[in-house]
Antibody, heavy 119, light 110 residues
Framework: EVQLVESGGGLVQPGGSLRLSCAAS????????MHWVRQAPGKGLVWVSR????????SYADSVKGRFTISRENAKNTLFLQMNSLRAEDTAVYYC????????????WGQGTMVTVSS | QSALTQPASVSGSPGQSITISCTGT?????????VSWYQQHPGKAPKLMIY???KRPSGVSNRFSGSKSGNTASLTISGLQAEDEADYYC??????????FGGGTKLTVL
């Protein structure tokens, strides 16, 4: 079964750091671009970051640029999101999503992990 | 990286058809026939319903269809069913390796 499972969310104080993980299974992880998308409580989906299949090219939304770092470890079929200098507005469910480059679509999503930034 | 514009809500009765619009600009929706649509039920992960503007992934009902005219993409759901009640989001590549989602539309089946 093709599956993505996020972990690492939790409660963190403003200015703190958190590292999210996304474990992939059921497909050749190293062949796909991967993304992080977040959703604040009661709000819509917001694109956060993208990484290519080999981990050499990354891109970020302006709102997280310079604070978040996306990476991957293909040998362990795992995607990461290192989040530093966290703000209250980063509070959201964070989803990892597999990206189909030719179809330009996010075809597989994880169940999400909740990040709460609060003192 | 401004969000694409969707109506906040739409509604329809079972068996009817509804259309959800997704308006961007000539730099995103208008430049690329690459809009995708996602269905999200409460507390669940999004599900891909339409890609490349009008194509359906395997397993998605043919009651769902997509189209585009100028800077506006549309998702049409025909033969509305109670299970279609959910939030719907459009998404587009906007260049420079960045993507954007619409604000989301809540579909109510009356």
């Amino acid at each position: 079964e093709v599956q993505l499972v996020e972990s690492g969310g939790g409660l963190v104080q403003p200015g703190g750091s958190l590292r999210l993980s996304c474990a992939a299974s059921g497909f050749t992880f190293s062949s796909y671009w991967m993304h992080w998308v977040r959703q604040a409580p009661g709000k819509g989906l917001v694109w956060v970051s993208r990484i290519d299949s080999v981990g050499k090219s990354t891109s970020y939304a302006d709102s997280v640029k310079g604070r978040f770092t996306i990476s991957r470890e293909n040998a362990k079929n795992t995607l990461f999101l290192q989040m530093n200098s966290l703000r209250a507005e980063d509070t959201a469910v964070y989803y990892c999503a597999r990206y189909l480059w030719k179809e330009v679509a996010f075809d597989i999503w994880g169940q999400g992990t909740m990040v709460t930034v609060s003192s | 990286q401004s969000a694409l514009t969707q109506p906040a809500s739409v509604s329809g009765s079972p068996g009817q058809s509804i259309t959800i619009s997704c308006t961007g600009t000539s730099s995103d929706v208008g430049s690329y026939n690459l809009v995708s649509w996602y269905q999200q039920h409460p507390g669940k992960a999004p599900k891909l319903m339409i890609y490349e503007g009008s194509k359906r992934p395997s397993g998605v009902s043919n009651r769902f269809s997509g189209s585009k005219s100028g800077n506006t993409a549309s998702l049409t759901i025909s033969g509305l069913q109670a299970e279609d009640e959910a939030d719907y989001y459009c998404s587009s590549y906007v260049g420079s390796n960045t993507w954007v989602f619409g604000g989301g539309t809540k579909l109510t089946v009356l």
